[in-house]
């Protein structure tokens, strides 16, 4: 007879990992100061081999003047990200609700697709052009807000790095509708900001 114990029996627990994709949309505006982009550029370079390490993908989407552009669909190509990085241009407007549209509509594709994305948006958060690329303060925060809401009615993770000189009340409250997580960081450099990142990503 073949006597079988509790002690004899195993399982194997296999982790459900779905790929996940962090997207990048940052904040290349003329509010946006060079200095500040520069060191956001930094951060992300240093997410960049954490992230490949990881086998993540990357995504970068910058915004500026009236319009929001997907530098970088999501890749886990090293070169290709640094080489994206490297010809981010500063100046013009702040359309923060196009970026955010774009963004999100770039994560639901990704969900779509088996993905799980994660969106991290770098800015001072002064939003001065709507989603129809006209100047004026209220008309645009309105419109972020607008897609902040849908945002967080298909549950992104996302969270906010408010790299301006001074905590931004309005990006706050742009994060709370989002139900997405602001870290104030205003004299934060590329190491402080990549870490923010980090801690953020391993919450997420």
Do not use: W
Not at 70 to 95: D, E, F, H, N, Y
Not at 161 to 180: C, E, F, T, W, Y
């Amino acid at each position: 007879n073949i006597k079988i114990l509790p002690n004899d029996l195993h399982t194997i627990k296999f982790e459900d990992r779905s790929e996940r994709v962090i997207i990048f949309l940052v904040d290349a505006s003329g509010s946006s100061a060079m200095n500040r982009l520069g060191e956001s550029k930094g951060a992300i370079e240093l997410m960049l081999a954490d992230s490949y390490a990881k086998r993540d993908f990357v995504s970068l989407i910058s915004f500026r003047d009236t319009s929001a552009e997907i530098l970088l669909p999501p890749t886990r190509s090293l070169v290709q990200t640094k080489k994206r990085l490297g010809s981010l241009m500063a100046g013009g407007g702040t359309p923060l609700a196009t970026g955010l549209d774009v963004s999100i509509k770039l994560a639901q594709n990704c969900k779509r697709s088996g993905k799980m994305p994660s969106l991290a948006i770098l800015t001072d958060g002064k939003a001065n052009i709507d989603l129809d690329g006209n100047p004026g303060r209220d008309k645009a925060i309105d419109d972020a807000q607008k897609i902040a809401s849908i945002a967080r009615d298909i549950k992104i993770s996302s969270f906010f790095i408010d790299v301006g000189r001074q905590s931004n009340p309005k990006l706050l409250d742009l994060a709370h509708k989002m139900d997405a997580e602001y870290i104030n960081l205003p004299r934060a450099n590329a190491k402080d900001l990549s870490q923010s990142l980090k801690n953020s990503l391993e919450k997420a």
